[in-house]
């Protein structure tokens, strides 16, 4: 059972929504800690560098437009399997297609405009956060629930 770190990105439709208390409740729920937290803008360069195997895409120019449009907020989660429990919890790409129950499922309508983006596997994780952190910039701490939300001898 791996203790990892993911990058999450609450997109411009989350903030101007005013879903970010609630998107994030779902991950604090969930058990995971928040190491770094910031509201930043996407610059277009950014937006390349973090989006890099879809700059070819046809649907990349919209993509950057929007992911450039507003602020977002960058945040990074860990926990145990967190990159692929995380991923579970944001649901399917598209709104449309999300299981309900879902972070996109439950409130988002658009394959573009999907609220959250998460890390998709270990080296995406190292990659992003690295993009949107300085290594000072995240925390470790032992929050006090912690032997509330699993057993101890689970490993
Ligand atoms: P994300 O998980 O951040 O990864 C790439 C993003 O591109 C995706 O969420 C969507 O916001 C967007 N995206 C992916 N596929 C499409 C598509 N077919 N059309 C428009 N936007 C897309």
Redesign the pocket.
């Known amino acids: 059972m791996a203790l990892e770190r993911t990058l999450v990105l609450l997109k411009p439709d989350c903030v101007q929504r005013r879903l970010m208390g609630r998107v994030i409740s779902r991950f604090e729920d969930k058990g995971f800690n928040i190491v770094a937290m910031k509201m930043l803008r996407v610059t277009p360069e950014l937006a390349k560098t973090h989006?890099a195997e879809?700059v070819a895409k046809p649907?990349y120019p919209?993509?950057e437009s929007f992911i450039t449009a507003s602020p977002i907020v960058a945040l990074v989660l860990e926990g145990l399997e967190a990159i692929r429990v995380t991923r579970e919890i944001l649901g399917a790409?598209s709104g449309l297609k999300a299981a309900a129950g879902t972070i996109r499922g439950d409130f988002s309508g658009s394959?573009?405009m999907?609220l959250v983006?998460a890390s998709d596997g270990p080296d995406a994780a190292a990659r992003e956060i690295a993009l949107y952190f300085q290594p000072g910039e995240l925390q470790s701490y032992e929050p006090s629930l912690t032997p509330w939300f699993r057993a101890s001898d689970e490993g």
């Open positions: 989006y879809h649907f919209a993509l790409t394959r573009q999907n983006h």
